[in-house]
């Protein structure tokens, strides 16, 4: 960011605050990735995914983030901040990023078990609870969630699997997170042309 261009507040575009610890930052960055992605019926835009590419690209990096910050202390227009940084985060939104997380983790295994045994694709829930270190009420919202979704089904032997809605959406997180580290790649090298 050069002298002539407006200050543009990546913090505010990641709705964090200014002193959040990576993982949050990490967290904003693929929450608002996701829904902004071109691929992403009724909240795309171009626009601020690329917005948020570029601040996620600058404030990720600890040299960047540290030059950064100094220009954000003299610009600071006292935005306000949605995604909060450790125990100042509402409960509700640590609990939908780690929700979200479990989720993930609970398709891409039922996916991998669908993959490897297709005829005996089914998993005990209490080995999903387990892998997940979970209390039984999560456990519960994460299957009910799931099942809601379509992503999941109960067996005729009481396992739960994952169904063809589930494994769409695997490939679909899986290639929406492909395509951004491309484009985080794409903006380093581009990056690193500019300095050269």
């Known amino acids: 960011m050069t002298g002539d261009q407006p200050f543009i507040d ?3 575009i990641l709705q964090v605050n200014h002193s959040c610890d990576p993982k949050i930052l990490e967290s904003a960055y693929h929450y608002l990735a996701k829904m ?7 909240t795309a835009d171009t626009t ?3 917005q948020v590419i570029e601040a996620y690209r600058v404030l990720r990096d600890p040299d960047q983030r540290a030059e950064y910050d100094l220009l954000h202390s003299q610009n600071n227009n006292g935005s306000k901040v949605k995604f909060a940084c450790g125990d100042e985060a509402p409960i509700e939104e640590q609990s939908a990023v780690s929700d ?3 989720h993930a983790k ?11 045994n297709a005829q005996n694709a089914g998993i005990a829930g209490f080995y999903l609870q387990d892998l997940l270190n979970c209390s039984d009420e999560h456990f519960e919202f994460h299957k009910w969630y799931l099942k809601e979704k379509g992503f999941i089904v109960l067996t005729e032997h009481g396992t739960l699997a994952i169904t063809v809605q589930g494994v769409d959406h695997v490939i679909s997180l899986s290639r929406t997170t492909k395509a951004e580290q491309l484009l985080i790649e794409q ?3 581009h990056e690193n042309r500019a300095q050269s």
């Open 10 to 12: 990546y913090y505010d």
């Open 36 to 42: 902004y992605h071109p691929d992403r019926t009724g």
């Open 48 to 50: 601020k995914f690329s």
């Open 100 to 102: 979200a997380d479990d």
């Open 106 to 116: 609970i398709l891409m295994f039922l996916y991998k078990r669908r993959r490897d």
């Open 187 to 189: 903006s380093n090298n």
